[in-house]
């Protein structure tokens, strides 16, 4: 069976400070990547989403750059961190067929930004 | 452009009592449906999905979503609320990619 994993669970990192977080999918080949984030009380914000290795959309300019190096591994960095990079950051899977199927989530990463 | 409306923000209801959270669409052809659950500090997970036939889906946990395309909504229900089902509840709909709603967060009273 498929999982997906993401750490770290939680991270608190200063203001200007580098920042990658990393998604990894098991029991899969080929699948669509996302990153999402969630900040306080809103819901779930597309910041990137990938459909193969090297090849990454960005839905909101920002702060924020995805990588995915190999087919599973999809990575979220930063060179400086602000203030409001600060939420809930998810990771999803889905199969090729980013119309009809359905994504999946890993269980997140907190991040603080102070 | 698609769009999903989650219009309750916050619900409360008895342990015991049923239970409907609301979710209209606009997409123009039938979409593919979806309720996602989130507990505090994690991710969400899938309760059930509608892609075609039967416009009543049954999810896990008990509960069920029922397409009404002439309401462009999406419904989700449970007859018998338990404390543990307090939680976050996401609608979504799928075309070339996802749209979410803005959430409903569940709160269960003893």
């Known amino acids: 069976s498929q999982t997906i994993h993401q750490w770290p669970a939680t991270l608190v990192q200063p203001v200007g400070s580098p920042l990658s977080l990393e998604c990894t999918v098991e029991?899969?080949?080929?699948?669509?990547l996302y990153w999402y984030r969630q900040a306080a009380g809103r819901g779930l914000q597309l910041l990137f989403y990938?459909?193969?290795?090297?090849?990454i959309s960005s839905e909101v300019p920002q702060n924020l750059s995805a990588s995915r190096p190999q087919d599973r591994q999809f990575i979220l960095s930063s060179k400086k961190l602000l203030l409001s990079d600060s939420g809930f950051y998810l990771c999803?899977?889905?199969?090729?067929?980013?119309?009809?199927?359905?994504?999946?989530f890993g269980p997140g990463t907190r991040l603080t930004v102070l | 452009a698609q769009s999903v409306t989650q219009p309750d923000i916050h619900i409360t209801v008895s342990e015991g009592a049923s239970l409907e959270l609301r979710c209209n669409y606009s997409?123009?052809?039938?979409?593919?449906l979806f309720w996602y659950v989130q507990s505090p500090g994690q991710g969400l997970q899938l309760l059930l999905k509608?892609?075609?036939?039967?416009?009543l889906v049954q999810g896990i946990k008990g509960f069920e979503a029922e397409f009404k395309r002439s309401q462009s909504s999406f419904n989700l229900r449970k007859p018998s609320v338990h404390w543990s089902d307090a939680a976050e509840y996401f609608c979504?709909?799928?075309?070339?990619?996802?749209?979410f709603g803005s959430g409903t967060k569940l709160n269960v009273k003893p």
């Open positions: 999803a899977w889905s199969g090729a067929d980013p119309s009809a199927d359905t994504q999946y």
């Open positions: 029991g899969t080949s080929n699948p669509n």
């Open positions: 990938s459909v193969g290795i090297g090849q």
């Open positions: 997409y123009g052809a039938t979409p593919y």
């Open positions: 509608y892609f075609s036939g039967d416009t």
């Open positions: 979504a709909v799928s075309s070339n990619k996802f749209y």
